[in-house]
């Protein structure tokens, strides 16, 4: 096969792997969009079709059927939390100013995501088995992060922690716990009220609850 031959499949394969990419993209954003308007029980693969302006086929050549949708659209958004909070991981930061970005950074997103999912509401994250499935490895990971946070802060001699797996735990389900309050504004409807309840989530694991002698 002469040289010119070999570029010019490799070409056409680089354009058709291209082109699926950006269909297969097309679809899930299509399908995220429905599953927030109607909820993912009352969406059908043909209102995904017809919001993506794409036949069945092309539909079912990506996907068996919409749980396998679903799982996708939940996965990406998961993935996009972990980026956003690596993010803050990777800054320059001291440790306790870190945590505290990290903190507030957490809350708002996952509120975001929420919103941006629409009618799923604070259940994108709670209800779902499969959420859950897809929210072990995104949980893992944010304990992960965490624990990098302590350890850094206990080097720059910031932090004093016997045990920083247990700790980051600590933290990781303190915050999982007031998710739903704070996407619903349980919480208080106002930034200043947020923001007071952000302070007192921080300083109860600055400082804890005991009075210091």
């Known amino acids: ?29 299509a399908a ?24 069945r086929r092309t539909l079912y050549t990506y996907f068996k059927n919409k749980q396998e949708i679903s799982n996708i659209v ?25 945590l505290i970005t990290f903190i507030y950074t957490r809350l708002d997103a996952f509120k975001a995501t929420v919103a941006r999912n629409g009618s799923l509401r604070a259940n994108f994250f709670h209800d779902s ?14 304990i992960s992060l965490i624990k990098k946070i302590l350890n850094s802060g206990i080097k720059e001699g910031i932090f004093s922690i016997p045990d920083t797996e247990t700790v980051s735990l600590v933290i990781h389900y303190a915050l999982k716990g007031i998710e739903v309050p704070y996407i619903r504004g349980l919480l208080g409807d106002t930034a200043d009220a947020v923001l007071q309840h952000k302070n007192n989530v921080i300083n109860l694991i600055f400082n804890g609850i005991k009075t210091k002698k």
């Open 32 to 55: 995220r969009k429905v599953f927030a308007r109607k909820g993912i029980a009352r969406t059908t693969m043909n209102d995904i079709a017809a919001a993506s302006q794409k036949g």
């Open 129 to 142: 088995w499969n959420v859950a499935k897809a929210r072990k490895g995104y949980n893992n990971q944010e």
């Open 1 to 29: 096969m002469s040289t010119f031959a070999h570029k010019f499949i490799e070409n056409v394969h680089y354009f058709m792997s291209e082109t699926t990419s950006k269909t297969r993209q097309l679809l899930i954003d």
């Open 74 to 98: 939940i996965e990406n958004e998961m993935e996009r939390l972990r980026e956003m909070l690596e993010e803050v991981e990777k800054t320059d930061l001291p440790a306790d100013d870190k």
